[in-house]
């Protein structure tokens, strides 16, 4: 029985099957692992579309959101623009790689573009060794057996309960693993921007934050894995505000190579007369320099 003070708040039934969802629970409440957890799901539409249905189904009931491109993108939008939104949105792509995924140019551009941009990625790889998606040879795999696949009504390849249960589990470590890799990414160029200035030091502190300080000039930095938001720029602000001494401004440092114009439009909102400034990966190096 729980204390009649708990009744109200939402809880969640312990057994052991139920151990690895608690644990990630746990590491969001610390703030070791994303509460935001996203995956884009790349496919060929004609011996794919199936199983990419089913993956969007089964990771939205595992708490992540799912981007399938017929799901996504309205008609009349810009096909390949909404995708290089959604990738940098998105951060994670998981591929089905199956016999015709290759023939693809928009799963080619999406994989290229999720490489080229140090984005997490994990490949389905169909039985028989299909033939891979230019470019992505040597990336993380997932064979997929023949004895995981299944046929639904229509005759068309799908997962059984068990592919999908055991995938979830692989999607849910490699997209931990991505987003810290692509945060420890951020933070290291910044402390080589500071230690080559010459002039500046940089102190590590909780929360994927740095203190730089330069002569009487602090600044407290904070990272996007993704596309930076209002939300980024608001929690860096509250962060900068409860230190004490508190330091004189806050930048936000984000990974993303494109920002469509309603977003900046959005982001030079929340940055107005508040001590804050947003930059690229690309932009940090020359921050510090005199």
Not at 139 to 147: C, G, I, K, M, T
Request: net charge negative; glycine share 6%.
């Amino acid at each position: 029985h729980t204390p009649p003070p708990l009744h109200l708040v939402n809880g969640r039934r312990w057994n052991d099957h139920d151990v690895p969802a608690l644990a990630r629970l746990l590491l969001e409440e610390l703030g070791i692992e994303d509460r935001s957890r996203r995956v884009f799901i790349s496919h060929k539409r004609d011996d794919g579309l199936g199983v990419a249905e089913q993956l969007h189904d089964a990771l939205t009931k595992a708490g992540f959101l799912p981007f399938i491109d017929r799901f996504a993108i309205p008609a009349g939008s810009d096909v390949q623009s909404a995708i290089a939104d959604a990738l940098e949105e998105y951060a994670f792509l998981l591929l089905v790689e199956t016999p015709l995924a290759h023939t693809s140019r928009y799963v080619f551009w999406e994989v290229d573009y999720a490489l080229s941009h140090t984005m997490g990625t994990l490949i389905l790889r169909w039985p028989d060794n299909p033939t891979p998606v230019p470019g992505s040879v040597g990336v993380n795999r997932l064979d997929v057996a023949p004895d995981d696949l299944t046929a639904d009504e229509h005759g068309y390849d799908v997962l059984t309960d068990s592919a999908i249960e055991r995938i979830i589990r692989e999607v849910e470590s490699a997209h931990a693993a991505g987003i810290v890799r692509r945060r420890r990414m951020l933070v290291q160029s910044i402390e080589d921007a500071v230690t080559d200035s010459g002039t500046a030091t940089c102190v590590p502190l909780p929360g994927w934050r740095l203190l730089v300080s330069e002569q009487d000039d602090d600044t407290l930095v904070g990272v996007a894995p993704r596309l930076p938001t209002s939300r980024d720029l608001y929690e860096l602000d509250c962060d900068r505000r409860q230190l004490s001494p508190k330091p004189h401004s806050g930048l936000l440092v984000h990974a993303s190579r494109r920002i469509e114009s309603s977003r900046q439009a959005e982001l030079k909102w929340a940055i107005a007369n508040r001590q804050l400034a947003l930059a690229a990966e690309t932009e940090v190096g020359a921050r510090w320099r005199d």
